[in-house]
């Protein structure tokens, strides 16, 4: 079941509690910033959570940081923030993040993610279990295209998307 939001800070006012069959969470059309991500990320109501999708509100490395410290969100599977900013900074707190143990969809398209968040994934120990990667409208460039390359803790993956990344043909 899906359950998608409208209004975050009546929620999460009300104490954001979730039936138990809630494994999907789409926040696409749901209006709320940093602060409501960070509440989120505190709440209980969350554990049975395996899908999340937070897409469009200019989110930044502070929500990154807020889900990657959350340890409410054991069973997430899939994660995707497309069309926010996280950069470079947030790359890095989730792949320095042991807390999605079971994750294996991470979409980050167009989130001003260069070069160097892709090294932070490349070299992350954390993110072995993914089988899909989605980066596409980034800045990654050839640089950030080699770490991907070269990492070794990436070899479950199955879907790569790099499209619109500033990559040329080396």
Not at 5 to 12: K, P, V
Not at 58 to 79: F, I, Q, V
Not at 85 to 92: A, C, N, Q, S, V
Not at 116 to 128: D, F, Q, V, Y
Request: no cysteine; hydrophobic share 35%.
């Amino acid at each position: 079941m899906v359950k998608k939001f409208y209004n975050i800070e009546g929620l999460i006012q009300s104490g954001f509690k979730l039936s138990r069959d809630y494994e999907t969470l789409d926040f696409t059309y749901a209006k709320f910033g940093d602060d409501a991500v960070q509440e989120m990320a505190k709440s209980r109501s969350i554990k049975q959570v395996r899908r999340l999708t937070i897409n469009g509100k200019k989110l930044t490395a502070l929500s990154a940081r807020a889900l990657a410290e959350s340890d409410k969100m054991p069973n997430l599977e899939s994660l995707k923030l497309y069309k926010n900013k996280i950069g470079d900074e947030g790359i890095k707190y989730l792949a320095e993040s042991e807390k999605f143990p079971n994750l294996k969809s991470l979409r980050l398209a167009w989130n001003e993610i260069g070069p160097e968040g892709t090294r932070h994934l490349a070299e992350s120990p954390n993110m072995g279990s993914l089988t899909s990667l989605a980066l596409s409208e980034n800045r990654i460039g050839d640089e950030g295209l080699k770490y991907l390359a070269k990492a070794k803790s990436l070899s479950s993956l199955e879907i790569m998307d790099l499209r619109k990344n500033q990559i040329t043909d080396l």
